[in-house]
């Protein structure tokens, strides 16, 4: 049941009431049964506020489906949208996890095959390498594979080819990076975990673990990026390391309104055809 507040100022608990009644049909309740027993309201203080609502163009009615959530919830939510400045967001996460780790951590964007650097924050463990405003080939860090997860694998090679003919690489394989095949069957292991490793491909001596940051459609918009040198990251850290970047990435993309568990059902944004990339190797 979700919980509707009933203290405030005076002539908010309608609010309170039209909030409830929009959550309990956001999480699926289409009918006025099923709302009024989300919310705790009678069935005729449901139907008021369901009218209401309805008025507002917030919710409407569709054939056979029920009540869903309508164009002007829509339009509210671009404009929030909009008005989150990613950098702002992450930042409180970003420091937190720099805290906790004693490690840098970044937080990047892809343009065309590169990855731009939007923030950073220092770590105890390690000197910083790419700075605010540094690009990196997408393919070759582990930024810019956190940030093409969700890409089919013509795009994977379209941008591991882009990245051996960086001028950072000149078409030279890094310390660390395989060939073509072994670079494909790392990238299906890593969509398959929503983690990405940086071994060495970018910077000899150093370690980048990474994971993507989706915005409320489910989109990856950014990569959070944890950087350590190489002497620091034994196996059983690595895996700790991985689960705080995972954990920061998922607390910025609730910021942005991604919530995995509440979207029908969808426990994860990778699909089921990139977990059969895995299976069928």
Request: with cysteine; aromatic share 4%; hydrophobic share 45%.
């Amino acid at each position: 049941m979700t919980e509707m507040k009933t203290d405030g100022p005076l002539g908010t608990q309608t609010l309170f009431r039209a909030l409830a009644v929009i959550e309990a049909i956001a999480k699926g309740a289409g009918n006025l049964q099923t709302i009024s027993a989300a919310t705790g309201c009678t069935r005729s203080t449901t139907h008021r506020v369901v009218s209401a609502l309805i008025h507002a163009k917030c919710i409407q009615q569709c054939p056979r489906q029920g009540y869903v959530l309508g164009s002007k919830l829509i339009e509210f939510g671009l404009w929030a949208r909009g008005q989150m400045p990613l950098t702002a967001l992450a930042r409180p996460h970003l420091e937190a996890l720099a805290v906790r780790m004693r490690h840098a951590v970044q937080l990047g964007i892809a343009e065309e095959s590169e990855v731009l650097i939007l923030d950073e924050i220092a770590g105890r463990r390690g000197p910083m390498h790419a700075r605010i405003g540094s690009r990196m080939p997408l393919a070759l860090t582990g930024l810019g594979k956190a940030l093409m997860l969700d890409m089919a694998e013509d795009q994977w090679r379209r941008h591991y080819d882009a990245g051996m003919a960086h001028p950072t690489c000149r078409g030279t394989a890094p310390s660390g990076l395989a060939h073509w095949q072994g670079y494909l069957e790392r990238m299906r292991l890593h969509a398959a975990r929503a983690c990405t490793f940086d071994l060495e491909e970018n910077e000899i001596g150093t370690r980048c673990i990474s994971a993507p940051v989706r915005e409320a459609c489910g989109r990856i918009v950014a990569a959070v990026g944890l950087v350590s040198v190489v002497r620091v990251v034994g196996e059983e850290r690595k895996r700790l390391l991985c689960r705080e970047v995972v954990a920061t990435a998922a607390a910025i993309s609730a910021d942005l309104g991604w919530i995995a568990h509440k979207m029908n059902g969808v426990s994860s944004p990778i699909s089921d055809k990139v977990r059969r990339r895995v299976q069928v190797r």
